[in-house]
């Protein structure tokens, strides 16, 4: 049999499994055969990537060998027994790995999925005329991301093509001339910038799987190269490096999947250094600081899952010093060093140690002292600060979100430039997203509730301003609707922050639906507010809109972000009810129809709230939402593995006794018999946060108890839909699904 064995014998998937430090990864080969030819693609299942194309697959004499040159891999084999036997290689390890044929399967249950006529169907149940349609709101601006190159001779920007893709131009600012340099393919640009002035780097990943790969391309289009080219490795860029242009320092979990190393990368051929080993994957390093040189200065290492221990350098060439520990309670983050002081050990320091917001101190790490506190608020923690490099890193000025954004200008610079722009937008919000690095030239966005977004070249020598481009002049901020911040207490006495966005009909006296839309999270993110798509077309509707920043919201301080601790399923859908209660006391919500939606913790949520208050809620949408706690913690990525001692004190204990009958009361696929009313469950397959599953489980759950419920899964998104086409379908079914249930 092994000397007739020909190229079809091998068509088909082989999986097969390889253990890096006590890590077990499975890896999936799938073999095509044209004409004697083999061919293969490659997929790692616990990294979220599928079907990437390997350079090389050959037989010869019963030897299968695999290459992947870009990505460093080679697996070699030999076929017998109906097994491939062989070594798999990467990075310089060398790895047993056993093939065994398998079927090629999609994520999830494809069963469960309603079909394309189904959705229409559900879209359809829409049938009044609206002056904007839902493509009016969730289509992507024609031009967005505008930014200068440092020398601001170029301004560049993604442009979207009559298919929906966003490429990436660059146009002189001298000679208007306009250049297209990267053009977006299947798989979505995340994010770009400028690393010098000839050349620009930018982010993918497959499918929303978020193992984002680096690449650069000169601004003429040309020497486009993918620097970081490793399958189901995730890569973050730490330190841009200003004063040394063709480097910066990327962190990447390239040699285990469950840390991050730092490296300094050259951004012209990708060559890597790597500057630092986090070796123990049990207390892994979880953050990095270097300085604007380059230097590592310190970094902070993660104990026990739950403690952070930062070490710092005093003298180079010796060892990192421990200068504090605290737990995730906590916080004493570096969010630069003070380079406008004689002084190399100053830095400046978020920290709430001292305090219960968030405040930015002045710290000597030689003295392990606080020289100074800096700037704070008594209700908001602070954001964070600006500073001049042009002008010896002097402070402009600081920031914190409230009920709404807020700066404090510090430098007489940026006190005169702000006087400037307040004074130009009025009550709008803005914000400068570029600037030269001789800071002539300022990009601002402008907004608000109201206005979607214009961006706005402000020239320093001329003192003036222009509009370089409104993202979506087809939508009159006259016709869109108030977005209004509500304060109001819980039953348990805490002060409580959120937005209400209130529709026309509202205002003209008449009683409204009301959809209650928890953000995700839930530990650390919040609601903000500003122009929202979502709400605005939820307005257009005739629905008010309200988000709640539930205990465990981040930016209001340490006690009320660990006042969330263990009350997922619990008190944290309290405030959602508190906050429905308060609300109705505005006399303008129609009491029988109120609807919940939500995406990631606000599908959990939407959920939750579906069993512990049935008779609250007319409806719901579950959008990438965890149903399961169990299961969820199984399905954590590598890299958040390091994290689970952290998850088991804010969220519960998979191991405790009593931790373990609350995570079974509160994980709603377990308690489908207590809801009662109509859902409908949206998912992204290849999403790595909130696996297929969950929403796989809380649909055949109630399936199975008779329940009707409409499933949308897309088969190239992962935790959120990221492309146009996508969110558009997903937002017409969804206004067909509350026009069913909410306009009856």
């Known amino acids: ?279 123990d994957a049990q207390n892994p390093i979880s953050g990095y600081n270097f300085d604007k040189d380059g230097k590592l200065r310190a970094y902070t290492k993660q104990q026990n899952g739950t403690e952070y221990v930062l070490y710092y350098q005093v003298e180079e060439g010796k060892d990192f010093e421990e200068i504090i520990k605290t737990t995730w309670k906590d916080n004493f983050s570096i969010i630069d060093f003070n380079y406008a002081t004689e002084n190399p050990h100053d830095a400046f320091v978020r920290s709430n140690i001292e305090s219960n917001t968030d405040e930015i101190i002045l710290y000597d790490f030689k003295e392990k002292k606080i020289i ?42 940026y006190k005169k430039l702000h006087e400037k722009f307040t004074k130009q937008f009025g009550d709008k919000e803005f914000n400068i997203t570029s600037t030269t690095d001789e800071e002539d030239k300022y990009l601002l966005y402008v907004g608000s509730d109201k206005l979607y977004g214009v961006y706005y070249l402000y020239d320093v020598k001329k003192d003036s301003f222009k509009e370089i481009f409104n993202l979506m002049p087809s939508l009159n901020p006259e016709d869109m609707a108030e977005m209004r911040p509500i304060k109001f207490k819980t039953r348990d006495g805490l002060i409580m922050y959120g937005y209400l966005t209130i529709p026309n009909e509202a205002k003209k006296g008449e009683k409204v639906p009301l959809i209650v839309n928890p953000h995700g999270g839930p530990y650390g993110p919040r609601d903000y507010w500003g122009f929202n798509p979502e709400t605005q077309l939820f307005a257009s509707r005739g629905y008010a809109t309200l988000q709640v920043n539930y205990r465990g919201s981040g930016g209001y301080g340490k006690e009320f972000y660990l006042a969330g601790n263990n009350q997922i399923g619990r008190k944290m859908l309290d405030d959602l009810e508190d906050a429905v209660e308060y609300v109705k006391s505005l006399d303008m919500i129609d009491e029988d129809k109120i609807a919940i939606y939500g995406g990631s913790y606000g599908g959990l949520a939407t959920l939750g709230s579906l069993v512990k208050t049935p008779d609250l809620y007319t409806c719901g949408v579950d959008y990438v939402g965890v ?118």
Do not use: C
């Not at 299961?631 to 191991?655: H, I, R």
């Open 1 to 279: 049999m092994t000397q007739t064995l020909k190229a079809q014998d091998l068509t088909g998937s082989w999986k097969g499994n390889i253990t890096v430090q006590g890590t077990e990864l499975p890896l999936i080969f799938n073999l095509k055969n044209e004409d004697g030819a083999l061919s293969s693609t490659m997929d790692s299942p616990s990294q979220g990537a599928t079907d990437i194309p390997m350079d090389e697959t050959t037989l010869e004499d019963n030897q299968l060998t695999i290459e992947f040159k870009k990505g460093g891999i080679k697996y070699v084999g030999n076929y017998a027994d109906e097994k491939v036997t062989g070594t798999f290689y990467q990075g310089g390890m060398e790895l047993p790995l056993v093939l065994e044929k398998t079927e090629k399967t999609i994520p999830g249950n494809p069963k469960l999925v309603s079909s394309e006529e189904e959705l229409q169907k559900l879209a359809a149940l829409e049938t009044q005329t609206y002056k904007y349609s839902v493509e009016d709101y969730f289509k992507k601006p024609a031009q967005s991301s505008f930014k200068f190159s440092p020398n601001g001779l170029y301004l560049s920007y993604q442009e979207k093509d009559n298919k929906g893709k966003r490429h990436v131009y660059v146009k002189n600012t001298q000679t208007d001339k306009i250049t297209r340099i990267v053009e977006e393919g299947e798989d979505l640009i995340r994010g770009y910038g400028w690393a010098n002035d000839n050349r620009i780097i930018y982010v993918q990943d497959k499918g929303g799987d978020e193992n984002y790969h680096l690449f650069a391309v000169d601004i003429d289009g040309k020497n486009q190269k993918e620097l970081t080219p490793f399958d189901g490795v995730k890569v973050g860029i730490l330190n841009p490096l200003k004063e040394q242009e063709d480097y910066m320092i990327i962190q990447m979990n390239k040699d285990n999947p469950q840390i991050f190393e730092p490296y300094k990368i050259n951004i012209i051929n990708g060559e890597l250094e790597k500057l630092f080993e986090n070796k």
């Open 372 to 413: 100074d506190k800096v700037y704070s608020n008594d209700t908001f923690d602070v954001g964070g600060m600006s500073r001049s490099r042009k002008r010896d890193y002097e402070i402009d000025y600081f920031y914190y979100t409230g009920e709404k954004s807020s700066i404090t200008p510090v430098s007489k610079t």
């Open 627 to 744: 149903s399961n706690l169990f299961t969820f913690f199984k399905s954590f990525p590598a890299y958040w593995k390091p994290f689970l001692g952290q998850v088991y004190e804010q969220w519960y204990d998979e191991n405790d006794p009593e931790d373990i009958e609350i995570m079974k009361a509160v994980s709603p696929a377990l308690n489908v018999d207590k809801i009662t009313k109509p859902l409908f469950v949206v998912q992204g397959a290849n999403d790595p946060r909130v696996n297929i599953d969950e929403s796989d489980q809380i649909v055949k759950n109630l399936r199975d108890k008779g329940f009707d419920v409409p499933y949308m899964v897309k088969y190239n998104e992962g935790h959120g839909f990221g492309h146009e086409e996508n969110r558009i379908e997903l937002y017409q079914a969804m206004m067909g699904f509350f026009a069913k249930h909410l306009k009856k």
